[in-house]
């Protein structure tokens, strides 16, 4: 089936077959590989990208159902300038190896925005092999203190 999908502000075209899943459009059709096949379950939360403004598990999304922009932690940066929760996450050192870290960032975002009010609670879905978890949490109040308008 023929599909458009507009991911990071740009409109991509693409044939797949009905099962093929956000991720997997993303990675090894259109080379967009900030979000990770980390369980492949929904179960990790590495894959999270937000549709339409909300956080989506990527993996467990088929791209034929997509409807909406797509953002992915490639496209929060504007320019030269890091999205202000990049920017917290590297101040606050809230990661390690940078496997789960695209999952997390997506996640966060949607956090600030939605002004969660158990951070802890909201970000459960994201894990972290490294136990990076209080730098995140530090991260994500950083942002949320520099800039409410997320």
Do not use: W
Request: charge should be negative; glycine fraction near 8%.
């Amino acid at each position: 089936m023929d599909i458009s999908l507009e991911i990071n502000g740009n409109t991509e075209r693409l044939s797949v077959e009905p099962g093929v899943t956000l991720l997997d459009a993303m990675r090894e059709r259109l080379g967009i590989t900030g979000p990770k096949k980390g369980c492949d379950r929904g179960q990790c939360g590495a894959c999270t990208v937000h549709v339409d403004g909300r956080p989506v598990l990527s993996c467990l999304t088929l791209a034929a159902t997509v409807r909406g922009p797509v953002t992915t932690v490639e496209g929060l940066a504007a320019e030269d300038e890091l999205h202000p929760v990049q920017q917290a996450f590297l101040e606050q050192d809230a990661l390690q190896c940078g496997f789960c870290t695209s999952g997390q960032i997506m996640s966060a975002v949607a956090a600030v925005r939605q002004d969660v009010p158990d951070v802890r609670e909201f970000m459960s879905g994201n894990i972290c092999r490294c136990s990076a978890y209080p730098n995140i949490v530090k991260a994500i109040e950083q942002a949320r203190q520099a800039d409410a308008t997320l």
